[in-house]
T-cell receptor, first 114, second 108 residues
Framework: DTGVSQNPRHKITKRGQNVTFRCDPI?????LYWYRQTLGQGPEFLTY????????KSRLLSDRFSAERPKGSFSTLEIQRTEQGDSAMYLC????????????FGPGTRLTVT | SQQGEEDPQALSIQEGENATMNCSYK?????LQWYRQNSGRGLVHLIL?????REKHSGRLRVTLDTSKKSSSLLITASRAADTASYFC????????FGTGTRLQVFP
């Protein structure tokens, strides 16, 4: 068990470009979550999956954002036509369904849109 | 914003002193969790208290929960320099809602 991993760790892109992030959860965890965190703030919920099903999406997740978890294992978060306001740390977390031990977070992907 | 609030926003203490952080949240919850975040290890789950519990201990951590006031507190006793980090409460309904965090600095 190597914990939750995220790739890439850093991404610099120009406004208008598309970016895709990957998250590999802890293998026995069936729930996977995406959050966004800006400087000085707590993480904000974006979306979560139970196995391959996307169960909830925040209103923060505009039409430019899409997340998938095709086989109930890893997940991808894609941002199309990036804007400077998308610059943030994108965090992935996983947990067992019960959530009784909290969520396990990955190191995050820091996105900078220039 | 749905985020809860934490108080104080920043706290500086000497090693050996106790640190108390407070958190308020907005809706009814299933449980409340505390996380620590530093640049070296990212967000780490510290402790979880269920809505029907009032107090919980784990090592040097003590958490209280008052559902009537929608508030929680985290006490770190005998602080160490390694406790320097940001601390977030997170309330669980159908998803985790994080607070704004308390930045704790522990001086050796």
């Amino acid at each position: 068990d190597t914990g939750v991993s995220q790739n890439p760790r850093h991404k610099i892109t120009k406004r208008g470009q598309n970016v895709t992030f990957r998250c590999d959860p802890i293998s026995e965890h069936n729930r996977l979550y995406w959050y966004r965190q800006t400087l000085g703030q707590g993480p904000e919920f974006l979306t979560y999956f139970q196995n391959e099903a996307q169960l909830e999406k925040s209103r923060l997740l505009s039409d430019r954002f899409s997340a998938e978890r095709p086989k109930g294992s890893f997940s991808t978060l894609e941002i199309q036509r990036t804007e400077q306001g998308d610059s943030a740390m994108y965090l992935c977390a996983s947990s067992q369904t019960s959530g009784s031990r909290g969520q396990y977070f990955g190191p995050g992907t820091r996105l900078t849109v220039t | 914003s749905q985020q809860g609030e934490e108080d104080p926003q920043a706290l500086s203490i000497q090693e050996g002193e106790n640190a108390t952080m407070n958190c308020s949240y907005k809706t009814s919850i299933n449980n409340l969790q505390w996380y620590r975040q530093n640049s070296g290890r990212g967000l780490v789950h510290l402790i979880l208290i269920r809505s029907n519990e009032r107090e919980k201990h784990s090592g040097r951590l003590r958490v209280t929960l008052d559902t009537s006031k929608k508030s929680s507190s985290l006490l770190i006793t005998a602080s160490r320099a390694a406790d320097t980090a940001s601390y977030f409460c997170a309330s669980l309904t159908d998803k985790l809602i994080f607070g704004t965090g308390t930045r704790l600095q522990v001086f050796p």
